[in-house]
C-alpha cells in the first residue's frame, strides 16, 4: 500500500497562475481532508469530504476549491494564486468513526 | 483561532531523558490525538485518548487527559535521537456534515540531543 500520496512536490507559481494539487490514497477511506501548515500557525483545515462527490468548508476555504469525483482522489484547486498562498499542503484521509487520520508527505507551494 | 495550544514551543534534552509536552484545548472534545512530524514529512498518528479516559499508555509514551483543566500532557521516556521532531496535539470537534473535524496546535518542536 502506497497510502496517501501527493502530487506534486514542490511547486513555484506566479501571482494569479493556477494549479491544482491531486491527493491519492488506497485504503478505500470516507473521509479526505486538505490542510495547509504555515509556521507557527500549526495545520488549519481548508476543505473536506466525507464520500465521493461531496464537500465541505474548513477553517480557511477562501480561495481554494475542492472536487471529489472519485473515492480514492481528492483535489484541491487555487484558481488565481496569491502570496499569502505560500505554504505547506497536507492532505489526510481517514475511515468514519475511527478518527486517527493518515497524511500524505505534503507539497510545498511557493507563490511570488 | 486555534484550539488546542502546545507548551514548550520548543524543548531540547538528552538523550535518555524524559521528554514532558502539554497542551491547553478550549471548548469541550470528544477525544484527543498526538500526532509527530519529522522535519519535511506529513504526520504520523501516535495516540488516541477519549475524553472518558485519564491515562493512556503506548509503548514509551504516556498521554494523560484532564478534562476539568482542558489539558493534555504527553510523556515520552528514556528519549532516543529518533524521537527529534515536532509534536502536535489536536482536538476533535464534530461537524455538521458528519465527519470529525481535528483541530491542531502550534506544536512543540522537540530536539534530542546525543
Known amino acids: 500500500n502506497a497510502g496517501v500520496t501527493q502530487t506534486p512536490k514542490f511547486r513555484v507559481l506566479k501571482t494569479g497562475q493556477s494549479m491544482t494539487l491531486l491527493c491519492a490514497q488506497d485504503?478505500?477511506?470516507?473521509?479526505m481532508y486538505w490542510y495547509r501548515q504555515d509556521p507557527g500557525m500549526g495545520l488549519r483545515l481548508i476543505h473536506y469530504?466525507?464520500?465521493?462527490?461531496?464537500?465541505a468548508k474548513g477553517e480557511v476555504p477562501d480561495g481554494y476549491n475542492v472536487s471529489r469525483l472519485k473515492k480514492q482522489n481528492f483535489l484541491l484547486g487555487l484558481e488565481s494564486a496569491a502570496p499569502s498562498q505560500t505554504s505547506v499542503y497536507f492532505c489526510?484521509?481517514?475511515?468514519?468513526?475511527?478518527?486517527?487520520?493518515?497524511f500524505g508527505p505534503g507539497t510545498r507551494l511557493t507563490v511570488t | 483561532s486555534q484550539q488546542g495550544e502546545e507548551d514548550p514551543q520548543a524543548l531540547s534534552i538528552q538523550e535518555g531523558e524524559n521528554a514532558t509536552m502539554n497542551c491547553s484545548y478550549k471548548?469541550?472534545?470528544?477525544?484527543l490525538q498526538w500526532y509527530r512530524q519529522n522535519s519535511g514529512r506529513g504526520l504520523v498518528h501516535l495516540i488516541l485518548?477519549?475524553?472518558?479516559?485519564r491515562e493512556k499508555h503506548s509503548g514509551r509514551l504516556r498521554v494523560t487527559l484532564d478534562t476539568s483543566k482542558k489539558s493534555s500532557s504527553l510523556l515520552i521516556t528514556a528519549s532516543r535521537a529518533a524521537d527529534t521532531a515536532s509534536y502536535f496535539c489536536?482536538?476533535?470537534?464534530?461537524?455538521?456534515?458528519?465527519?470529525?473535524?481535528?483541530?491542531f496546535g502550534q506544536g512543540t518542536r522537540l530536539t534530542i540531543n546525543p
Open positions: 489526510a484521509s481517514s475511515f468514519p468513526l475511527t478518527y486517527e487520520q493518515y
Open positions: 485504503m478505500n477511506h470516507e473521509y
Open positions: 469530504s466525507v464520500g465521493e462527490g461531496t464537500t
Open positions: 471548548t469541550s472534545i470528544n477525544n
Open positions: 485518548i477519549r475524553s472518558n479516559e
Open positions: 489536536a482536538t476533535e470537534v464534530p461537524t455538521s456534515g458528519g465527519a470529525q473535524k481535528l483541530v
